[in-house]
Structures are given as C-alpha cells and as structure tokens.
C-alpha cells in the first residue's frame, strides 16, 4: 500500500481526471476531485452518484468531471474549482458514460445512456464558446444571486426597524432598557460584546449503561444571555440526516447547553454549528457560527490504572522530532491535559468504544524509536 485516504461514507466510483487528479463519488451523494492526497474540492447532493466520467467538454484543454445522476442530471466541473460548465437532464436515472467516435468525423464524443434507454452525445465547445459553456445563464446566476442578497439585506432592515420600534411602543409605560425583560417580552437587542465559549470533553458514559460513550460538545454565552436553539450541521455524524437540531424547552433554557456526540468511527469530523441567542421571552434572535472539529480519534481517553498491556506490538523508525509527535497527538485525540515535550513519550489510552488500551511510546533516542501497542488490527 501506497497512501490511504479515509472519507466520510462508501466509495462507489473513481474516475480519473488528468495528470495526478482523480473523481470519486460516495453513498451519501458526495461528489469531489482528488489531487493525489489533496482534495480539491468536494459537493453533495441528495442524489446519488451513478456514473463518473473525463471528458473536455468545454474545449479548454482541460477534463471536466461529468458525474451522471440518480436523478437524472448530468454535470460538467471545472477538474480544479468544482464549478458547473455545462448541466442537462434525463426524464430517468443516467444509466452511464462513455466517449465514442459515433459521428465518424475523428472527434470522439461524449455520450450518456439512461436507464430507459434514451441516448445522447455531446461535442466539445466550438471555438467561439471554448471554456464559456455556462455564459448564457451565467448573468441569470448572478442576477438571482443579488435579488438573494437583497431580500436578505431587507429582512435585516425589518428586523432592526422593529427593535427601534419596540422601545418607543413600551416608553410610556415603564423604563425599558434593551435586552430587560418585561411585561411586553424582551427587546431583541443583545449586548454587542457577548461571546460564544465552546469545548469538547470527552464522557465514558454511565456506570449502568444507561448511556454510551459520547464526546460532549459545550457552549455558553459569557454574560448570561439565553441559548434557545443550535443547529450542528456534520457528515457521517448523525443515524439519520446531517443535522441535529437541539431546542430546550422554555423552562430549561439557560445561557449554557450541553450537546452529546456519538461518532460512529475513527474519523475527523467538523462541526459547523448555528447558536440563536436572546433574552429570555425575546422573539428575535442573533444568530452566533462557530466551526469546530472532532478530533479522529475523540473516543479514546486517558488513564492511569494499572492494566495489562495490549500483547501485539508494532515498532518502527519514525524520522520526526518530538515536538511534532506530541503536536500530532494533542489534534487528533480529546486529551485531558495536553501533552507537554519530554525527551520519552509514553502515553496509555483506552478506546471507549472498543474498551481496549492503546499505548503509544515514542523514544527519539533508540532506532525503533516510535512503540505502538494495541491488540485491536483495525485501530493498529
């Protein structure tokens, strides 16, 4: 074995592009170009990928990665930025690609079959058009775009107009101060210096197995402003959708809230979160975007105890200094306390999903200078 990449479900195809590119697809819908261990860039859709493809479609020297879809669409990208170049759509599912020279002309063209078996085949740009497939509907794109941006900027508008509002409507009946709660409800304005605080820690679950280990992800105001909803938005992270929407009732909202994670397996996952704070009975809300990650191995927890050790061993030369080891170890384990550079590294884990230890040690001094020891193949 070469390399290895982890992603987030199935592979289901490959394709390749041109040079050290490469197309994959997943079975979540996920969609992207590789260029040998880096990603480009990667799309999802909630169809599924049924066919992969290379083909220059828009005549710039380039191959584009045409996908065919469950849906019935098929896309062109742009290999390096994941831009669609050319679109068009089956009444069925796309049954697959291939080039072929049907035309006889010495051109080979591209050519989709769908699941009902209807057949069309695509030309590369004509000179004018070369890399400008898309321009037609390219200001239509732009013009949608900015209507979007408009009616947001609108709704902003609404929003403070009637925070201004609000104070005057309640002046004549009592002294209102903005974000205090009265009779009325609470004003939507929260303090401008309030902040997020976030943090991962991780829990071995309950005793009685009540609940299962979980990495608990923690955010609170930093002056008492309330919490009334979070949005997480994660791949591969949740038993149904990429979404968990957490609203505590009304009388358990505070200015903390406290989240469980489960990751299924030994991946990274980031977080992509959304916190609607306000006051207490306010009916407006600031919405907060935090971004976090969980570390690949988040699952696995110090400990000191005395236990066996794991039987299997592996030890090999590593040329890498102790800094980046401890450096490596501290971003992809939850750890307690951090580690901190000594001249031996020895370091006793436990899986919390599979209760089995992991000990790493790590001696720049001896040849085989980097010790792992678990007796679990797929961790190893």
Same mark, same amino acid.
């Given at each position: 074995?070469?390399?290895?990449?982890?992603?987030?479900?199935?592979?289901?195809?490959?394709? #390749?592009?041109?040079?050290?590119?490469?197309?994959?697809?997943?079975?979540?819908?996920?969609?992207?170009?590789?260029?040998?261990?880096?990603?480009?860039?990667?799309?999802?859709?909630? %169809?599924?990928?049924?066919?992969?493809?290379?083909?220059?479609?828009?005549?710039?020297?380039?191959?584009?990665?045409?996908?065919?879809?469950?849906?019935?669409?098929?896309?062109?990208?742009?290999?390096?930025?994941?831009?669609?170049?050319?679109?068009?759509?089956?009444?069925?599912?796309?049954?697959?690609?291939?080039?072929?020279?049907?035309?006889?002309?010495?051109?080979?063209?591209?050519?989709?079959?769908?699941?009902?078996?209807?057949?069309?085949?695509?030309?590369?740009?004509? &000179?004018?058009?070369?890399?400008?497939?898309?321009?037609?509907?390219?200001?239509? &794109?732009?013009?949608?775009?900015?209507?979007?941006?408009?009616?947001?900027?609108?709704?902003?508008?609404?929003?403070?107009?009637?925070?201004?509002?609000?104070?005057?409507?309640?002046?004549?009946?009592?002294?209102?101060?903005?974000?205090?709660?009265?009779?009325?409800?609470?004003?939507?304005?929260?303090?401008?210096?309030?902040?997020?605080? *976030?943090?991962?820690?991780?829990?071995?679950?309950?005793?009685?197995?009540?609940?299962? #280990?979980?990495?608990?992800?923690?955010?609170?105001?930093?002056?008492?402003?309330?919490?009334?909803?979070?949005?997480?938005?994660?791949?591969?992270? =949740?038993?149904?959708?990429? *979404?968990?929407?957490?609203?505590? #009732?009304? %009388?358990?909202?505070?200015?903390?809230?406290?989240?469980?994670?489960?990751?299924?397996?030994?991946?990274?996952?980031?977080?992509?979160?959304?916190?609607?704070?306000?006051?207490?009975?306010?009916?407006?809300?600031?919405?907060?975007?935090?971004?976090?990650?969980?570390?690949?191995?988040?699952?696995?927890?110090?400990?000191?105890?005395?236990?066996?050790?794991?039987?299997?061993?592996? *030890? =090999?030369?590593?040329?890498?200094?102790?800094?980046?080891?401890?450096?490596?170890?501290?971003?992809?384990?939850?750890?307690?306390?951090?580690?901190?550079?000594?001249?031996?590294?020895?370091? &006793?884990?436990?899986?919390?999903?599979? &209760?089995?230890?992991?000990?790493?040690?790590? %001696?720049?001094?001896?040849?085989? %200078?980097?010790?792992?020891?678990?007796?679990?193949?797929?961790?190893?």
């Amino acid at each position: 074995m070469v390399s290895e990449i982890s992603e987030t479900d199935a592979v289901i195809g490959l394709c #390749p592009v041109s040079d050290s590119k490469f197309g994959y697809s997943l079975a979540n819908g996920t969609v992207g170009v590789y260029d040998k261990l880096s990603r480009y860039w990667r799309i999802k859709s909630k %169809n599924q990928s049924l066919s992969l493809f290379s083909y220059d479609l828009d005549n710039d020297g380039v191959p584009e990665l045409i996908t065919g879809w469950s849906s019935g669409k098929i896309d062109a990208r742009n290999c390096k930025t994941g831009e669609v170049v050319y679109k068009d759509t089956f009444p069925s599912p796309i049954a697959g690609i291939v080039t072929a020279d049907y035309r006889l002309d010495g051109v080979e063209q591209l050519i989709v079959c769908s699941t009902d078996g209807e057949i069309r085949g695509y030309i590369p740009a004509a &000179k004018e058009l070369r890399g400008q497939l898309m321009d037609v509907s390219l200001e239509q &794109k732009i013009f949608q775009e900015l209507n979007q941006k408009k009616l947001q900027l609108l709704q902003e508008i609404k929003n403070y107009e009637q925070n201004e509002k609000e104070p005057r409507h309640l002046a004549g009946k009592q002294t209102i101060q903005p974000g205090i709660d009265n009779e009325e409800g609470s004003i939507g304005i929260i303090p401008a210096n309030t902040q997020l605080n *976030s943090s991962l820690i991780v829990s071995p679950g309950s005793a009685d197995n009540q609940s299962d #280990p979980h990495v608990v992800l923690t955010i609170s105001t930093t002056n008492g402003t309330f919490i009334h909803m979070v949005v997480v938005f994660a791949e591969s992270l =949740f038993e149904e959708g990429e *979404s968990l929407v957490v609203h505590p #009732p009304e %009388n358990k909202r505070s200015d903390q809230i406290m989240i469980p994670l489960a990751p299924p397996k030994d991946i990274p996952i980031d977080l992509h979160i959304k916190i609607y704070v306000g006051h207490k009975n306010t009916q407006q809300y600031h919405v907060f975007e935090l971004t976090r990650q969980l570390p690949r191995f988040a699952l696995h927890t110090q400990f000191n105890n005395e236990t066996t050790d794991p039987v299997s061993t592996v *030890s =090999f030369p590593l040329q890498e200094r102790t800094s980046r080891i401890v450096m490596w170890l501290n971003q992809n384990f939850l750890l307690t306390d951090k580690i901190t550079l000594t001249n031996v590294l020895k370091l &006793k884990l436990l899986s919390l999903r599979t &209760k089995s230890p992991l000990f790493i040690q790590f %001696n720049p001094d001896q040849s085989q %200078n980097l010790i792992i020891q678990t007796d679990n193949i797929e961790l190893a």
